[in-house]
């Protein structure tokens, strides 16, 4: 039986990606594993969806915490034979920490790397972490938990059921682990599904309209307060942004900049039922990870956002280029392999947007129709959950948290 594992709640894309999977074999049956109150749990049958009620934090919690999960995930798993995907390590740690906890060897496991750090997990210090608060500085110190990950993930790349979304991230994962994971083993993430054509506005404006599209989270907002200060110091513009997290800190940054009113607004969250007609009042979009392909499904040429490791603003308005003009797979996750200075400017780019705005649609669509294919991505992924082999995994040490990380992971989650 195929088992879906996926207690994250912030994963975006990674929460449709594993709905996708499970609705492709519905019929065959499965099962989904996920967190209490969960977006999956939401758009699942109840009857195939089991919910755990606890802490899904696995590498934060104590061994008597950790024993009550893998008892649940007993009570949820009948006995047989399994196949497991999951989308970010700590879950597959909570999977392998299960099968060692049981005494069983060998795992039929495809992971899915979603992020460019996702093989860092629980690499940071506490001293790494407010570096990075503080001084926007990366570290991942923890050189243990680094080699834990490190040979499990070789040892999945081996039998061939480790799966990069794309080239940013297998670069990235090679350059840290040293696994070699070929670039044949790429599947980007299978979205689109849309046959429209380039929607030019028909209104009356006297301003190229640029929107963004996604969440306003911590890795994202440099790209979200970049686009703000091109349009501060160019008179043609406005930008919408149609997103929420941190709110507060756009609103704030917009009253800093001291721009006329009506030149840069934040929507705030559009349900997905009216991204349609919203979307069809811009001239181009500007975002990063499935966001892109949402925007060009929907008529826009797009431009791609950089998402920032350490969240520190940049020194001047940059992107990544249009949606075609990407490498296999990647949206906006250039800077955790590469340098800023590579990268075009948004000035120039939006040049170009203004001037061949149909032909760069054109681009873009047969780039996401070809890379982000639906039917054909999820095919892949159903070819590697059929043929890879099974790992050993009684002998892979677990990463560990000590006592003072937990409890300061704890008493963050209780404020």
């Given at each position: ?41 939401s ?37 047989g ?14 999977l392998i ?35 990075v ?8 110190s ?77 890795f994202?907002?440099?790209a ?17 942004i ?40 811009y ?133």
């Amino acid at each position: 039986m195929n088992v879906f594992i996926n207690f994250n709640e912030y994963l975006g894309g990674g929460e449709t990606l594993l709905i996708r999977l499970f609705e492709s074999i519905s019929s065959e049956g499965g099962l989904v594993l996920t967190s209490k109150g969960s977006y999956i749990a939401s758009k699942l049958q109840p009857s195939r969806v089991y919910e755990f009620p606890g802490d899904y934090s696995f590498g934060y919690l104590n061994q008597d915490e950790k024993i009550d999960f893998y008892n649940w995930m007993d009570s949820v798993l009948a006995d047989g034979s399994h196949k497991f995907v999951t989308f970010c390590l700590r879950d597959l740690w909570l999977l392998i920490g299960y099968y060692k906890f049981k005494g069983v060897n060998e795992l039929k496991v495809m992971h899915l790397l979603l992020h460019p750090l996702d093989h860092l997990y629980l690499s940071q210090s506490l001293v790494d972490k407010l570096r990075v608060k503080l001084l926007s500085q990366e570290g991942y110190s923890l050189i243990k938990n680094r080699q834990h990950n490190s040979a499990m993930l070789k040892r999945l790349t081996k039998v061939n059921s480790l799966i990069p979304m794309n080239l940013n991230v297998l670069q990235r994962l090679n350059r840290d682990t040293g696994a070699n994971l070929d670039s044949s083993m790429i599947i980007p993430l299978p979205v689109i599904e849309s046959d429209l054509n380039y929607r030019p506005i028909h209104e009356s404006t006297k301003l190229f309209r640029i929107v963004w599209l996604g969440r306003i989270v911590d890795f994202k907002i440099p790209a979200i307060l970049s686009m703000i200060d091109f349009v501060s110091n160019n008179a043609g513009y406005q930008y919408d942004i149609i997103g929420y997290g941190y709110e507060d800190v756009v609103n704030d940054y917009i009253s800093f900049k001291n721009i006329p009113a009506g030149r840069v607004n934040l929507i705030g969250k559009v349900p997905h039922d009216q991204l349609d007609s919203q979307l069809s009042s811009y001239h181009v979009g500007y975002g990063m990870g499935t966001s892109v392909i949402e925007m060009v499904g929907r008529g826009l040429p797009t431009i791609v956002a950089l998402a920032k490791p350490n969240f520190k603003q940049f020194k001047q308005p940059i992107c990544a280029g249009f949606v075609h003009e990407q490498k296999y797979g990647n949206v906006g996750d250039d800077l955790y392999v590469n340098s800023e200075n590579d990268c075009p400017l948004i000035a120039d780019t939006l040049t170009r947007a203004q001037k061949t705005p149909k032909e760069i649609y054109d681009l873009d669509f047969l780039s996401i129709n070809k890379v982000f294919n639906l039917e054909d991505n999820i095919s892949k992924y159903f070819e590697v959950m059929n043929s890879c082999d099974a790992v050993n995994v009684l002998d892979l040490k677990l990463p560990e948290v000590g006592f003072m990380k937990r409890v300061v992971n704890k008493w963050l989650v209780r404020k």
